[in-house]
């Protein structure tokens, strides 16, 4: 009886094990809620306008949610359109929907992982933008800081 026992608890854990490394596995620290994300063949980037705006291969524009990078014509701004560029111009790309689907200037706004990443974040971190709260879309805001 008491093997049985231990093996079931043994069991368990494994399991347990399982499930949380499958949880983290492939995905980043962020909150990820297939739900919200789009990931599908129309994501590929077909061109980066800046540093926090680009096209998708469907012809939507997207722009990154909590960021906010120079233009083109100011100081750094086509150093951030360069990076975004090498990160993802002809990439698939996971989109992520937050509140609000569009802007004012019918942009999707979108936090955007390209290999598991969140690039809203890296884009920050890399010192190539800062962070900028965009209307009610904020629930990844706090991490992308």
């Known amino acids: 009886m008491n093997k049985v026992i231990g093996t079931v608890i043994c069991a368990g854990i494994i ?6 490394s499958y949880f983290y596995s492939d995905k980043s620290v962020f909150y990820y809620d297939e739900n919200l994300t789009i990931n599908d063949s129309d994501n590929y980037v077909a061109e980066v306008i800046d ?4 096209v998708l291969s469907s012809g939507e524009h997207v722009r990154l949610l909590c960021i906010d990078s120079p233009e083109i014509d100011s100081q750094g701004g086509i150093e951030a359109k360069e990076y975004l560029e090498n990160i993802i111009l002809n990439e698939q790309v996971v989109l992520e929907f937050d509140v ?3 802007d004012i ?3 999707l706004l979108r936090y955007v992982y390209f290999n598991g990443i969140l690039v ?22 706090d991490e992308i800081l």
């Not at 399991?15 to 949380?20: H, K, S, V």
């Not at 540093?51 to 680009?54: E, K, S, V």
């Not at 800062?130 to 990844?140: A, D, E, P």
């Open 120 to 141: 809203n974040k890296q884009m920050v971190d890399e010192g190539y933008a800062s962070v900028f709260i965009y209307g009610n879309n904020t629930r990844l805001c």
């Open 15 to 20: 399991i347990f094990i399982f499930c949380i």
């Open 100 to 102: 609000e689907d569009k």
């Open 51 to 54: 540093g926090d705006t680009f």
């Open 105 to 107: 200037y019918g942009r």
